[in-house]
């Protein structure tokens, strides 16, 4: 068995990466979605908006634990994410 802390990317849906973003540090886990900034046009207007740089991914840091129910056996593999 043995731990490692580091950043894991998460799938989320379509266009729910801020919404995902903000529940998670409100639950206190540090995250992480990098955007760019993209000129938009509209028939009226034009404005300035950030946009996710991995579309439907949210970066967590988290704490992964690796362990075999049963250690005799190989090929026994479950993998557990702890989110604190």
């Known amino acids: 068995m043995w731990n490692v802390k580091g950043w894991f ?10 919404k995902v973003l ?19 046009r509209w028939k009226d207007r034009a404005k300035v908006v950030a946009l996710p740089l991995f579309p439907s991914y949210v970066f967590c840091r988290a704490v992964a634990v690796w362990y075999s129910p049963f ?14």
């Open 9 to 18: 990317a998460f799938p989320v849906a379509p266009r729910a990466e801020q």
């Open 71 to 84: 250690p005799e056996q190989s090929g026994w593999w479950v993998w557990v994410a702890n989110l604190r």
């Open 22 to 40: 903000q529940h998670l540090e409100y639950k206190g886990y540090e995250t992480f979605v990098p955007t760019y900034k993209s000129k938009r």
